[in-house]
């Protein structure tokens, strides 16, 4: 079955200081990987994706995340955090067939000053 | 294009009320998912469309719920006979078809409606 780990529930990160969010997924085929960020009040806003090609890929808002298959994983990263990064971010692997997405439960990011 | 929207945004409702959510897509989209969201969960599917046939069901989605998609372009989630478990934000999402430029399973997701049954 498919599923989505976000081991950490809560990271707390200096402005400025560089950022890595995990996540691990479990499916039987060829993953389609996302990361999603959600701002209070807001909706869910793509940072990135992952279908195939080269496994590092870059998203909006100065956000990467590399694919390793040997892990399963699809780690976030930024190489400086801003204040404004501060939010809810979700890991998502979507089924092949296109129909549903499974999501992880979400890093709570804090940024202090 | 404004993106997917979602009506209306917040919704008290008494236990026992049929309360009714609308979700107007991305247009040309011919995708389109419901999931919910709990507090300090992440989203969990329900339902998806493709036009209008509603083609997978989550085992979440009781009875109690339906939700329909006719012509294939706005969709409505109509929750029955509420309870105090059914507080959630719903999410609305939608993706575009086969072949088009971009990414055939990307989801743009509406700011939600949510739902407090007292």
């Known amino acids: 079955a498919q599923s989505v780990t976000q081991p950490d529930i809560h990271i707390t990160v200096s402005e400025g200081a560089s950022l890595e969010l995990r996540c691990n997924y479990s499916?039987?085929?060829?993953?389609?990987l996302f990361w999603y960020v959600q701002s209070p009040g807001q909706g869910l806003q793509l940072l990135l994706k992952?279908?195939?090609?080269?496994?590092l890929v870059q998203g909006i808002k100065g956000f990467e995340a590399e694919f390793k298959r040997s892990q399963s994983s699809f780690n976030l990263r930024k190489p400086s955090v801003h204040w404004s990064d501060a939010a809810e971010y979700f890991c998502?692997?979507?089924?092949?067939?296109?129909?549903?997405?499974?999501f992880g439960t979400g890093t709570s990011l804090t940024v202090i000053p | 294009d404004t993106g997917v929207s979602q009506n209306p945004r917040h919704k008290i409702t008494k236990r026992g009320q049929n309360v009714t959510f609308r979700c107007d897509p991305i247009?040309?989209?011919?995708?389109l998912y419901w999931y919910r969201q709990t507090l300090g969960q992440g989203p969990e599917f329900l339902t998806y469309?493709?036009?209008?046939?509603?083609?997978?069901k989550s085992r979440l989605l009781s009875d109690r719920f339906s939700a329909e998609r006719p012509k294939g372009s706005f969709s409505t989630l109509e929750i029955q006979r509420t309870e105090q478990g059914d507080s959630a934000m719903y999410l609305c999402?939608?993706?575009?078809?086969?072949?088009?430029?971009?990414?055939?399973?990307?989801?743009?997701f509406g700011p939600g409606t949510r739902l407090t049954v007292t």
């Open positions: 999402a939608s993706s575009p078809p086969w072949g088009l430029a971009g990414a055939p399973y990307e989801q743009y």
């Open positions: 499916y039987g085929a060829t993953p389609y």
């Open positions: 992952y279908f195939s090609g080269d496994t």
């Open positions: 998502a692997v979507g089924a092949n067939t296109g129909n549903q997405f499974y």
């Open positions: 247009s040309e989209h011919n995708r």
């Open positions: 469309f493709q036009n209008e046939a509603q083609l997978e």
